[in-house]
């Protein structure tokens, strides 16, 4: 899906959403829209690639681990010889 595709689709969901508030507006309602919404942008934003900040460094911890043990993998082979 293209990203203008993506787009438009997520407008239609907030617009579709907001009727919906405006049309009985009580509380609760307030927090499981917000709560799909929520949801719902994060697909958009994943779909195209992205990934969110806890997933970010997450993913960067792990790679800094990593390029120790590979740091660690060639000194062993520089030292053994086996180069």
């Given at each position: 899906m293209a990203a203008k595709d993506s787009f438009d689709a997520f407008v239609s969901i907030i617009r579709d959403k907001i009727d919906a508030?405006?049309?009985?507006?009580?509380?609760?309602?307030?927090?499981?829209?917000q709560d799909e919404l929520k949801d719902k942008f994060d697909d958009l934003v994943k779909s195209q690639g992205y990934v969110s900040n806890e997933e970010y460094e997450a993913?960067?911890?792990?790679?800094?681990?990593?390029?120790?043990?590979?740091?660690?993998?060639?000194?062993?082979?520089?030292k053994s010889g086996l180069e």
């Open positions: 508030l405006s049309e009985g507006s009580n509380q609760p309602s307030v927090g499981i829209i993913l960067k911890t792990l790679a800094k681990r990593l390029e120790k043990r590979l740091s660690k993998l060639e000194d062993i082979v520089a």
